[in-house]
């Protein structure tokens, strides 16, 4: 699966801590989980490296997963660069990996019950019996690059963990991980910004997140 850069730089931006995180649960495509102060804090230093980047106001498209701790980090980030957060763009396609009943668990709970849950050997996240594959992920998010090709310029685009990996993955051309039959590009701390030029990637901001999904 390919697909084709775009003239534009595509910020890719990893949400905030939030209460699940801190938590130690397992959050996936939950739609309500709050940031936490952290969280918060990671935002606004994701907000300062890009003004850093791109200076006050820039030309910048914003898009979003429609979860809300993507949206108030978006919030975040849009406010230090005087942005208007009421034009950002809304997708479901960037949301995080459905974990199905999964969703929710402790992650101690539910390594006692099925045991390891993380590969060792390149962080991905087991797949719920009843949740989303990895090629359900690249599906969906190759879809989203494919219609949005168009856009001009450059632009933000606050997701999550391990769906990110997956989109980042597409966006640079690596080929698909065989265990995962896609894409996964090397994981990054919540707080974390990368620039993706013409297949090109580089870090723009280490987070200071801990939380591995």
Known sequence: MSTIPRAGRDF??????????????????????PLTRAGFGQ?????????????SSPRLTLWASPTGRALQTLAVIAEILGLDWHGAHIDARLIEIGMGSWGGLYYADLIARVGPVFDSSNGALACAPDGE????????SAGWLTDTAG???????????????VLRGLMTGLPPTPSLDAPFAE??????????????ERVVHLGTGRSPA
């Not at 890719?12 to 989980?33: C, K, M, S």
């Not at 856009?151 to 990996?165: A, C, E, F, P, Q």
């Not at 994981?187 to 090109?200: D, H, N």
């Open 12 to 33: 890719i931006a990893r949400h905030g801590e939030t209460v699940f995180n801190a938590a130690r649960r397992l959050q996936g495509d939950h739609p309500h989980t």
């Open 133 to 140: 594959s990895y090629a359900d992920i690249a599906d969906r």
């Open 187 to 200: 994981g990054l701390p919540q707080g974390s910004v990368v620039a993706v030029e013409r297949g090109a």
């Open 151 to 165: 856009d001009s310029g450059d632009r933000l685009v606050i997701t999550h963990g391990i769906s990110s990996r």
């Open 43 to 55: 935002a606004e230093e994701m907000g300062r490296a890009l003004l850093a980047e791109l200076g």
